[in-house]
């Protein structure tokens, strides 16, 4: 299942919702150096510029689950519950999330605008 | 639901056990694991854990631990069933699992062990759930941070012109990108062009500090997705290499850049930062980038500026477009409060300090103190500074709302960075600064700012070639620049203590620095890059020609140009050294010798602020600790000395440096200054083949090596952890203990001491520059270093002094002949061009003077008294700067033996008929007691030059003509090198002449040569047929060499008077003849003791096919008139030859 791509090159992710650019490292399930660590979903992966160890990574964000749109990992733009959802999608199917969820996104604003 | 045997089960293991935890570890934080036992993360993990366990226990009892499954079920007809989990559950928002199922396996194989001591399958769960949620918190910290930072780069002003800025580059060569401070320019249009696929850019600043702190922010913003690729470049470092896109670099640097590669092809674009500041390298740059254009038709150009004068710079390059974003400044009131006539100070006066009170109490009677802001005041110099500190500070310790703080330069580091800490509650900062808080330091939350409209400007004075610093009003450019910085962070007040006229009346803008320093330098880089004649340089706003003119002078002084006006050899050595040409000299000269490592460490130390802090000169403590280090030799030895101390004490305890340094009132970042420079010195040297490379360490020290590298792996990390937190942290200032540090009381190093307890201080548990030191120095090395320069012989130290002295030739001061009867703190001393200069008082000099005066037993009383005392003990002060302030001070000055010095290094000497009157640079006059020692002086001091001259020229073709293959001192034997110092040594030390040293006076320097001789007594035939001795034009006498004309002096006798001749026999040869002074003197520069011949002979040979010398060749051709016969002989044999013929006619 494992598909890696690595990309020295300049491969850009962008957050089809808040406009969130920034190049990419790897994308997959598997970044390198993660030994025992599994992603459970396929992700836009780049080095974490915020840790002093160089071979930490920080997930940029994946395709929702439901509609495909790149969504960045920020609580604005999407939630992780068993699988990505964009917010869009996440507010078309509010119904089907768990109460705790439910409640969380309605303390939310309504929704930012997208890219400027 | 089995919640409650959970809480139970939770409850009855023991998270702190450690065996339990060492067991959990073996499962989730292996050796190979992505996080692993002992590492700074797996604490934090550790940490994590307890508070998630004592979390969920507290939800459990309240009963929250799940919410009951949700109607999710209903009501969902038509619509797609997403399948989710019908109970919610934390577990299923986190996106990572943690695979550990063959370390389970294993150890469910041995269960029982485990179960004995705690761990079993509910703590591996436990664990494993904690494990996920603190990376997943991890996640979301870092996350955070990214996009916090992509929204403030969205927030910045420049944003919106992100396509606009790169469209213009694309079109034009030539773009002008105008913004105020605070619009991001200097961060993000380098970005903007690396994203859009431009690279090779190069990013020039006024400042080594901003190109560092730059990279550092533009290579983090862009996610080190560069890594490498964003470097900077200062003098003597350099993060760059092949893989760099973007590099920061000074203007300096790039002009070294150009000298070097003419159309500097390495780069794509060029950025030219803070135009507006408009300094002297910044305007030269401007100028040769303006040429440089026309054959690099797809070289990008920008230059970035304050919107001050944007027109000069378009203009300058053919009209280009100007961009011109807005700052972010939030509105500011200006207020006019013009100081008053009768608190107005003369000159001598000190500030009143009332205007500046009545400021900080209509603020704290207009503004509430929970309304938060501080106050920037700038005033234009460090006395200033610290009287308005002492009454703000009375007035602060009153009302208990102010934390006074100074900031300028020559503060330490500690007390400078104390600007940027936070007040608390209810007490503002009140930071009195110099105009560096105009430009250089930006400071948050300024909301007042009080400016006296002043500021101390260095300029130069070409004809007492001093530097001078004067108070000026500043411009409206600059009053501008600091009323801005009331509104960075709010609306803001700017009070100007000056009226709304004065300020109407302010010149537009700062005068550039090329009107106002200097050009040495500049001239001799013109002339290196074959610019031609500077005075037709098109500038951007051309120099004066007077000021050019100067500069030409100098060098040629210096030796670096020679009459007309052309590089000469060490000049153009000089010209690629990035140094200032006296430093330059004294490098260049001290290789020839053998005291490179002390040359190497006084040069470094000449060339950064002094380590020894103004403020810990009058702390008893500090003065005593102090006593070892200081040599009563002058200021450049004292610095040695410390250095060498420091690195002792650098191998020996490592950190312990910063207190040893603390308890002398030292500021370290200085000596690290001092130890980089040094280092980039030695390689300087090396890449110039002055010096000979170290042989490669040997093969059997590869465990040494590898410990090494591992420690340097280590201290890596180290560094990388501090860069990150750099900054982040910012301390509160407490009310009484910062209010009062830095007053000029030498409180500076207990302060220091107090304020390092403190826990939150950052740089506390990693001294970063430490660290950064081992990195890159070899400390064994650097010891051996100065072990070799620590107890320097006093042959090695006079050798050290001359390398010094004729390194800062012109630069020598006169003791005054009264100051035997003056106070210490009155000694008067006098230069060829400013006379009563003072010594500064951080200078050895200054406390203690007597070691410059002539010993009392030495004396010996002339009966003329006007010629002042007789000795073989006058010395002289040489010296590295002349600055006027309050009053003219000499710093930095070594003693020098007067004769020997000048006699060495002097550029002019003349002399009278028996060489008994001496007259040195025009200006000091030396009178020998007894002609026969003077002769024997200055012929030694002729044939040291002489050779010292030819080994110089031969080291120098050969570093120029090799290059870095060069094998150290192939062309210039050790041999002969060892001969000339030990000659050297021996006349500095042992010269035992006695004579009288004076400043003549400008009657007497007005009739001081006898002027050119008539042509009735033409010189045919001069008796000297070795020497290219012809009349001096303008002073009259015999020009000897090049620096010494004989007989030129207006008391000066006939020329062929027999009665000059005495019989004088010489040592060498034995030959006893009646001599001239001027024939002995060249008798004795070519008849050398017979060992010694063949080899003298071969030396001068050689160099006789490499350069024109001063030095007399041995032999000519010799037409005798007499025999009507051409001969070959030297001077001796000519003169016995014609001793023959007069023989024979009698
Ligand atoms: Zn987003
Ligand atoms: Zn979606």
Same mark, same amino acid.
């Given at each position: 299942m494992e598909q890696e791509v690595y990309a020295p090159q300049q491969n850009t992710f962008t957050c089809?919702?808040?406009?969130l650019s920034t190049p990419f490292t790897y994308f997959g399930q598997k970044p390198p150096n993660t030994r025992a660590i599994v992603l459970l979903e396929e992700c836009f992966v780049t080095r974490d510029?915020?840790?002093?160890?160089?071979?930490r990574f920080l997930v940029l964000g994946s395709k929702c689950s439901l509609c495909g749109s790149c969504a960045c990992v920020g609580s604005d733009c999407s939630l992780f519950y068993t699988t990505r959802f964009c917010m869009r999608c996440v507010n078309k199917n509010?119904?089907?999330?768990p109460a705790a969820i439910q409640s969380e996104v309605a303390k939310k604003p309504t929704s930012k605008p997208a890219v400027p | 639901m089995d919640s409650d045997k959970r809480r139970d089960s939770r409850g009855s293991w023991?998270?702190?056990n450690p065996q339990c935890r060492a067991q959990l570890d073996e499962i989730f934080?292996?050796?190979?694991? &992505?996080i692993q036992a002992g590492s700074p993360e797996h604490k934090d993990f550790w940490a994590f854990f307890d508070r998630f366990q004592r979390f969920r226990t507290k939800k459990d009892m309240h009963g929250l631990g799940h919410s009951k499954s949700?109607?999710?079920?209903?009501?969902?007809?038509g619509k797609l069933d997403?399948? $989710? !989990?019908?109970e919610y559950d934390?577990?299923?928002? *986190?996106n990572v699992s943690v695979c550990t199922g063959d370390v389970e396996e294993r150890l469910g194989r041995s269960d029982h062990r485990h179960r004995s001591s705690g761990v079993g399958k509910e703590q591996i769960a436990d664990c494993r759930l904690a494990y996920l949620h603190f990376l997943d918190f991890r996640q979301r910290q870092s996350f955070g941070k990214l996009a916090k930072l992509r929204r403030d780069q969205k927030n910045l002003p420049i944003y919106q012109y992100r396509d606009r800025i790169v469209d213009l580059v694309r079109q034009h060569p030539v773009v002008v990108v105008a913004g105020d401070t605070g619009c991001g320019k200097s961060t993000q249009v380098p970005q903007y062009l690396l994203s859009s696929g431009f690279s090779q850019i190069a990013c020039t600043q006024p400042r080594r500090i901003a190109c560092i702190s730059l990279a550092k922010r533009v290579s983090f913003e862009s996610l080190n997705q560069y890594g490498s690729k964003v470097g900077y470049q200062i003098r003597f470092e350099t993060t760059r290499?092949?893989?760099?896109?973007l590099s920061f670099l000074t203007e300096g640097l790039l002009l070294r850049q150009i000298q070097q +590669?003419?159309?500097?092809?390495? &780069?794509q674009v060029l950025i030219v930062d803070e135009?507006?500041?408009?300094?002297l390298h910044c305007d030269f740059l401007l100028g040769v980038l303006r040429s440089l254009l026309s054959c690099r038709p797809d070289l990008r150009l920008i230059l970035m500026s304050a919107? *001050?004068?944007i027109k000069l710079f378009s203009n300058y390059f053919a009209s280009a477009p100007v961009l011109q974003v807005p700052g972010r400044l939030f509105p500011i009131q200006v207020i006019y409060q013009p100081i008053p006539p009768e608190e107005q100070a003369s000159r001598l006066e000190k500030l009143d300090p009332r205007p500046y009170l009545r400021v900080l109490q209509g603020i704290d009677q207009r503004y509430p103190s929970e309304e938060r802001g501080d106050l920037l005041l700038f005033l234009s110099g460090v006395a200033e500074i610290s009287t308005i500190q002492e009454a703000c500070q009375v007035y602060a310790t009153h009302t208990q709302r102010w934390i006074v703080l100074p900031l300028h330069s020559t503060l330490s580091l500690v007390q400078q960075d104390k600007v940027f800490d936070i007040s608390p509650p209810g007490v503002r900062k009140c930071i009195i600064s110099t105009? *560096?808080?105009?430009?250089?330091v930006t400071i948050d939350g300024v909301r007042f700012v009080v400016d006296s409209g002043k500021v101390k400007e260095m300029s130069f004075d070409p004809k007492a070639k001093m530097q001078r610093l004067q108070e000026f009003w500043i411009s409206r450019a600059s009053a501008e620049q600091r009323k801005g910085?009331?509104?960075?962070?709010g609306p803001g007040v700017c009070y100007r203590l000056y009226a709304e006229s004065d300020y109407d009346a302010?010149?537009? &803008?700062?005068? !550039?620095e090329i009107h106002r320093v200097a050009l040495d330098s500049l001239v001799l880089q013109m002339k290196s890059m074959g610019l031609g004649d500077p005075r037709s340089f098109v500038f951007i706003d051309p120099p004066p020609a007077s000021s050019i003119q100067t500069a030409v002078t100098y060098l040629r002084e210096q030796g670096a140009l020679d009459s007309r006006g052309e590089l000469t050899s060490i000049g153009s050595l000089l010209a690629q050294l990035p140094v200032d040409v006296v430093i330059g000299k004294m490098l260049v000269l001290g290789s020839v010798f053998n005291v490179v490592e002390p040359v190497l460490t006084v040069a470094a130390a000449l060339s950064?602020?002094?380590?020894?802090l103004r403020s810990a000169q009058h702390n008893p403590d500090c003065a005593t600790a102090r006593q070892p280090l200081l040599?009563?030799?002058?200021d450049p030895f004292t610095l040695l000395n410390t250095f060498n101390a420091w690195v002792e004490v650098k191998g020996e305890r490592g950190g312990g440096s910063r207190k040893w340094c603390r308890r002398r009132g030292l500021e370290e970042q200085r000596l690290y200054e001092m130890v980089n420079l040094r280092r980039q010195f030695k390689e300087l040297l090396k890449s110039h083949g002055l010096l000979e490379s170290a042989a490669p360490p040997?093969?059997?020290?590869r465990g040494q090596r590898r410990e090494r590298l591992t420690e340097r792996r280590k201290l890596h990390q180290l560094k990388r952890e501090h860069d990150l937190t750099e900054g982040s942290r910012r301390k509160v200032l407490r009310l009484g203990v910062d209010a009062e540090?830095?007053? +000029?009381?030498?409180s500076d190093a207990e302060d220091a001491g107090k304020r390092s307890?403190?826990?939150?201080?950052?740089g506390q548990s990693t001294d970063i520059q430490e660290v950064k030191f081992k990195l890159r120095h070899n400390v064994s090395e650097l010891q051996e270093a100065a072990l070799a320069s620590q107890d320097l012989s006093s042959r090695q130290q006079s050798i050290l002094k001359l390398v010094l002295c004729r390194g800062l030739y012109p630069q020598l001061a006169l003791p005054d002949e009264h100051n035997s009867t003056r106070k210490d703190s009155e000694q008067v001393f006098h230069t060829r061009n400013k006379h009563s200069v003072v010594i500064h008082p951080t200078s050895v000099f200054a406390s203690d003077?007597?070691?410059l005066q002539v010993p009392e037993d030495e004396v010996r009383e002339l009966g003329?008294?006007?010629?002042g005392p007789e000795s073989s003990r006058h010395q002289l002060l040489s010296f590295v700067t002349l600055l006027e302030t309050n009053k003219p001070y000499l710093s930095n000055c070594v003693r020098v033996p007067a004769l020997q010095a000048l006699l060495l290094v002097a550029n002019s000497v003349d002399s009278n008929a028996d060489c008994s009157r001496l007259v040195v640079d025009g200006w000091l006059e030396l009178e020998l007691r007894e002609p026969d020692g003077a002769l024997k002086v200055l012929s030694s001091a002729l044939s040291l030059r002489a050779d010292w001259e030819r080994l110089l020229l031969a080291r120098l073709g050969q570093s120029l003509g090799q290059?870095?293959?060069?094998?150290?001192?192939g062309g210039v034997s050790r041999k002969e090198m060892d001969k000339l110092s030990e000659g050297l040594v021996r006349f500095l030390l042992y010269t035992e002449v006695s004579y009288s040293l004076r400043r003549l006076t400008a009657f007497q320097t007005q009739n001081l040569y006898v002027g050119p001789q008539p042509e009735s007594e033409p010189i045919k035939?001069?008796?000297? !047929?070795?020497?290219?001795?012809?009349? +001096?034009? *303008?002073?009259?006498?015999?020009?000897?060499?090049?620096f010494f004309t004989y007989? =030129? $002096?207006? +008391?000066?006798?006939?020329? &062929?008077?027999? =009665?000059?001749r005495t019989f004088w026999t010489c040592p060498?040869?034995?030959?006893y003849m009646p001599f001239t002074p001027l024939e002995r003197m060249q008798h004795e520069a070519t008849c050398r003791p017979p060992g010694e011949v063949q080899d003298t002979e071969a030396a001068a040979e050689s160099s006789m096919t490499t350069s024109s010398l001063s030095a007399p060749s041995l032999t000519r051709l010799y037409h005798c008139d007499v025999c009507d016969e051409d001969l070959t002989l030297t001077s001796t044999e000519i003169l016995k030859h014609k001793r023959q013929h007069m023989a024979s006619l009698k």
């Open positions: 089809v919702l808040c406009g510029p915020f840790s002093p160890d160089k071979e509010l119904e089907q999330f | 023991d998270w702190d934080f292996r050796q190979h694991d &992505y949700s109607e999710t079920g209903e009501g969902k007809e997403l399948g $989710l !989990p019908k934390a577990r299923y928002r *986190i290499t092949e893989a760099t896109k +590669d003419p159309s500097l092809a390495q &780069y135009v507006h500041e408009r300094h919107t *001050i004068n105009n *560096i808080a105009e430009t250089s910085r009331a509104g960075r962070t302010f010149a537009p &803008y700062p005068v !550039p950064v602020q002094s380590p020894f040599s009563n030799q002058g040997a093969a059997g020290e540090g830095g007053s +000029d009381s030498g307890k403190d826990k939150n201080r950052p003077p007597e070691v003329a008294e006007r010629k290059g870095q293959g060069a094998s150290g001192a035939n001069p008796l000297f !047929p070795g020497v290219e001795a012809k009349p +001096d034009p *303008i002073k009259g006498g015999l020009r000897v060499t090049t007989n =030129c $002096l207006a +008391d000066s006798r006939d020329l &062929y008077s027999e =009665c000059l060498n040869c034995e030959l």
